[in-house]
């Protein structure tokens, strides 16, 4: 009887394990078939234990069923997470892998002594048809919609070549962030976000953005390099979900640099 009661135990405690499934490429397909929306799969991904193919062969599956980048992203982030050294070992802290100097969510720049260093933000103020403007809580405005920055040029100012480095936040890829050449006026620097449509929008090129690729150096951390092709001059790198409608005055930010030759 006693040693029955032990089995029962002992089976009890391996409930817990058993329940918890681990979660692999066909589960996220099969979630997105079933309809799921992509922010509660997202969710999932990151919460759950998994165990992710990001072969060539398993990212083109993943595309194939339908499940588009921010998700595959996600995909990619997990598997590089628990390959990590840092998840190996019990209670060890994700930001152990990080590169020196990056510690939380933001832009870095490498400083001459071969550093990173954080980027302060800019307060951007946006205008469209000439008047401060309402923004509509799902960012579409009519006509263009113009980012301007206080001041002729940036605090920062630097020397090409300029390596930057985007922290991005969970779920968001560095293609969400935009490279903007600014144009100068007499106090200000300012920008054309979108001649009609969605601000921001990941599918339509703007006046002032500036094409980079991003190299993935840890999990999240991605970065890219400004050369002397560019030209001298302002520039600014926007982060996704710059523009609010809490505050005309103050409707977004934007880590901008100078470079003067």
Known sequence: MRKLALLLCLFALSLPAVAQQILT???????????????????????????????PS?????????????????????????????????????TSVLPTGIDEVGVYYKNKAGVWTEMMPEIINYKSGGFLKSLATDGIVKGDLNGHIPG???????????????YVPEGTSPTEYL???????????????????????????????????????????????LDSKLGKGEYGIMPPGSVTTSNLASAGKIYSLSIPE
């Not at 066909?26 to 991904?45: E, F, H, P, Y």
């Not at 009609?196 to 953005?209: L, N």
């Open 25 to 55: 490429n066909d589960g996220v397909i099969q979630m997105k078939k079933a309809g799921l929306s992509d922010d509660l799969i997202l969710t999932t991904i990151h919460a759950a234990q998994g165990k992710f193919d990001v072969s």
């Open 152 to 166: 002729k040029h940036a605090k920062l100012v630097v020397t090409f070549p300029v390596q930057i480095a985007l």
């Open 179 to 225: 490279l903007l050449r600014l144009r100068v006026n007499s106090n200000n620097r300012e920008f054309r976000s979108m001649t009609g449509g969605v601000i921001h929008s990941s599918g339509g090129a703007t006046r002032d953005e500036v094409p980079f690729t991003a190299t993935k150096i840890a999990p999240r951390v991605y970065t890219f390099t």
């Open 58 to 94: 398993g990212l083109i599956a993943l595309k194939s069923a339908g499940l588009d980048d921010k998700l595959v992203e996600a995909i990619v982030d997990k598997a590089s997470d628990l390959k990590s050294p840092s998840n190996a070992a019990a209670g060890s802290a994700s």
